[in-house]
């Protein structure tokens, strides 16, 4: 089965039934989903930042460990880490530090990151992108 690990932006349009979803669901239909620890981790900080209940917080629970892999940190996670964020800091760039992580997650996989926000991730070499912007 075909991976694709999801950025926070398309997990979140899912979780806020966002039309901008339905483009995404199509390709990630019959995928096995990936989603890096930062994108775990930026969930449960909403949950704290928004003082989500005990009833929500089950169901996102639920939601991940019933739809996605999360994919842990680990010596060659980190690796592939560095040499991106250090790849695009010596071109000149920026790859903000939760990005490079999901970015990193995608390459050490070998498969395709599904993102609203490509722009973000065009400088990172080697990564293949699912993006369906809406401007």
């Given at each position: 089965?075909?991976r694709?690990?999801?950025d ?16 995404y669901?199509?390709?990630?239909d ?48 980190c690796?592939?880490?560095a ?36 722009r ?16």
């Amino acid at each position: 089965m075909d991976r694709v690990v999801v950025d926070t932006d398309v997990l979140s349009f899912y979780l806020k039934n966002d039309s901008r979803f339905s483009s995404y669901a199509q390709a990630l239909d019959g995928k096995q989903l990936v989603m890096s620890f930062q994108t775990q981790a930026e969930l449960m900080l909403w949950q704290e930042l928004h003082g989500w209940g005990q009833e929500r917080r089950d169901r996102m629970t639920r939601l991940i460990s019933q739809q996605f892999i999360v994919f842990p940190v680990d010596e060659a996670l980190c690796q592939t880490w560095a040499r991106l964020r250090s790849d695009v800091q010596k071109a000149g760039r920026v790859l903000h530090v939760a990005d490079a992580w999901i970015a990193a997650t995608a390459i050490a996989l070998g498969v395709p990151l599904a993102t609203h926000n490509a722009r973000d991730f065009l400088m990172v070499s080697g990564l293949r992108l699912i993006s369906f912007p809406t401007e």
